[in-house]
């Protein structure tokens, strides 16, 4: 049965400890919801409160239309893969996966195809005959992926099943999650990471939660290109996004935005939007790509900052300029290719329609984004 997984203010206490605070959210059948979040922030006790193994402290939990909060786990068609995998030491690979089948008194010729689809899956066909003391890390992190996945259940539950592979398993299982969601496509799933590009690259929508509360949920555009504070700004995106909080100037009837020697002078829709604000100070997230650069003076200047390049290093086939002076904590992404020295002077501008913008309160603008903040699409970053 496919069924809608319902929380609505669930609260969490560990004694005087507060693991969730008012959390809430819908994950549909067929849908891949992925839970992001730093260390600590809530998302393995979201997953266990929903697998039935911690109990709410306040709150309702519903799978369709029935109310879960005292339903035991073995009973909730809920199948849960660990961060820190589970796999009885005396079974072979097959035999791990098999036990949940057994368990369901599945047929052997049933048993014996989905042994062989998920192990084709996930890269097991070598190593069926092993047992878990002959695997690496990574191997058994996949075969307790696979016990999750070899079962059909209206919901599943996964807890950073990528977190202990190498980055090349890592990324080859990114690419073959495509067919693993084909595999599970009727169930309701909810995926755990602190890996914002597995989340851009895997969900349906994202949540983002931190200290235990829900900051945005949306599609990953939404996440990546319209987060709705500065705390899910911060969190996605690498290099990490430049906020810069400006002070509000006027002269010669020009709105300058300024902090410290750093200026610009915003264009005309921008200007419209902060005098709408009526705020004092307003504070700009740009993304490192979201940067025009000139390695001379440009002949209309006036938009542009001109600084030192302090640093510039390369990662992953892009160059990255940390500015100098008193744009020091500005990080800019270029071409490798582009000659970059450390010690000459660049010319900066933002590219506006990619700005974000936030209020005292770190709150995105509500009409940040009427073509602005978002409007067109970039790189989201590099690893």
């Known amino acids: 049965m496919n069924e809608t997984i319902s929380l609505s203010g669930i609260w969490k206490r560990f004694g005087t400890t507060l693991a969730l605070a008012d959390v809430s959210f819908q994950v549909q059948p067929s849908e891949f919801f992925v839970l992001i979040g730093p260390s600590g922030a809530g998302k393995t006790t979201t997953l266990r409160v929903v697998s039935g193994l911690e109990s709410p402290t306040a709150g309702q939990i519903k799978f369709g239309e029935r109310l879960m909060n005292?339903?035991?786990?073995?009973?909730?068609?809920?199948?849960?893969?660990?961060?820190?995998?589970?796999?009885?030491?005396?079974?072979?690979?097959?035999?791990?996966?098999?036990s949940p089948l057994r368990a369901q008194k599945t047929n052997k010729r049933d048993m014996s195809r989905r042994i062989l689809q998920i192990s084709k899956m996930l890269g097991l066909e070598v190593l069926l005959d092993r047992l878990p003391r002959e695997l690496s890390g990574g191997q058994r992190q996949r075969v307790s992926l696979g016990r999750a996945l070899i079962v059909e259940a209206s919901v599943l539950l996964l807890d950073e099943p990528?977190?202990?592979?190498?980055a090349r398993i890592r990324h080859e299982l990114r690419a073959k999650f495509q067919d693993i969601k084909s595999f599970i496509s009727q169930a309701a799933v909810i995926y755990v990471t602190h890996d914002y590009l597995e989340a851009l690259a895997l969900a349906d929508r994202i949540g983002v939660i931190v200290s235990g509360k829900i900051q945005q949920i949306g599609t990953p555009e939404d996440i990546y290109y319209r987060p709705a504070n500065l705390t899910v700004a911060r969190l996605v995106g690498q290099p990490a996004i430049n906020v810069l909080k400006m002070e509000i100037t006027r002269a010669n009837g020009d709105v300058w935005l300024q902090?410290?020697?750093m200026r610009f002078l915003p264009p005309r829709n921008v200007v419209k939007m902060i005098e709408d604000s009526n705020l004092k100070t307003i504070t700009l997230g740009i993304?490192?790509?979201f940067w025009e650069t000139s390695d001379t003076r440009p002949v209309d200047s006036a938009g542009y900052m001109?600084?030192?390049?302090?640093?510039?290093?390369?990662r992953n086939y892009k160059g990255i300029i940390r500015a100098d002076g008193?744009?020091?904590?500005?990080l800019v992404l270029c071409d490798t290719y582009t000659n970059k020295v450390e010690g000459n002077m660049i010319w900066?501008?933002?590219?506006?329609?990619q700005v974000l913008f936030y209020d005292e309160n770190e709150r995105r603008l509500a009409n940040s984004n009427n073509g602005l903040g978002g409007g067109a699409r970039g790189n989201p970053g590099i690893e």
């Open 259 to 261: 902090k410290g020697k």
């Open 348 to 353: 900066l501008r933002p590219k506006w329609e």
């Open 326 to 330: 008193d744009a020091s904590k500005l």
């Open 70 to 98: 005292d339903v035991a786990p073995q009973v909730r068609n809920a199948r849960m893969a660990f961060e820190n995998y589970s796999l009885y030491p005396h079974m072979t690979v097959r035999e791990n996966l098999a």
């Open 162 to 166: 990528l977190a202990h592979l190498d």
């Open 287 to 289: 993304r490192a790509q």
């Open 306 to 314: 001109e600084t030192r390049i302090g640093l510039f290093e390369i």
